[in-house]
């Protein structure tokens, strides 16, 4: 069984940064491709980051390019330093897994429905 754990959530003004991590419980880590989404309030949840399974392919929404940075290391974590925040970063940030087992393609997905495991979410609030 695949647990996401979130972290690195916070309270932090605007121009700051956070670095947010999602411990994957999951035996084949490895083998997922791993994805940041996020909901603000009143609003749907939407796409912020993604990176294939080997790490070598990653992708960011247009609102999050050149601010966000998504990364994995072999410890079973993936994270997302977020830099220069703003108030439109406030939301709930959630982590997803998919288990890529049969392809060895560096595959990204933009989808919620992509993405068969999900964390509980960790809430960023940026002050302005």
């Known amino acids: 069984q695949v647990q996401l754990v979130e972290s690195g959530g916070g309270l932090v003004q605007a121009g700051g940064s956070l670095r947010l991590s999602c411990a994957n419980s999951g035996p084949s880590y490895s083998r997922h491709a791993m994805g940041w989404f996020r909901r603000a309030p009143g609003k749907e949840r939407e796409f912020v980051a993604t990176i294939s399974w080997s790490g070598a392919s990653t992708s960011y929404a247009d609102s999050v390019k050149g601010r966000f940075t998504i990364s994995r290391d072999n410890a079973k974590n993936t994270m997302l330093q977020m830099n220069t925040l703003n108030a439109e970063d406030t939301a709930v940030y959630y982590c997803?897994?998919?288990?890529?087992?049969?392809?060895?393609?560096?595959?990204?997905?933009?989808?919620?429905?992509?993405?068969?495991?999900w964390g509980q979410g960790t809430q960023v609030t940026v002050s302005s």
């Open positions: 997803a897994a998919r288990p890529e087992y049969f392809t060895n393609s560096d595959v990204v997905y933009y989808g919620e429905q992509d993405y068969e495991y």
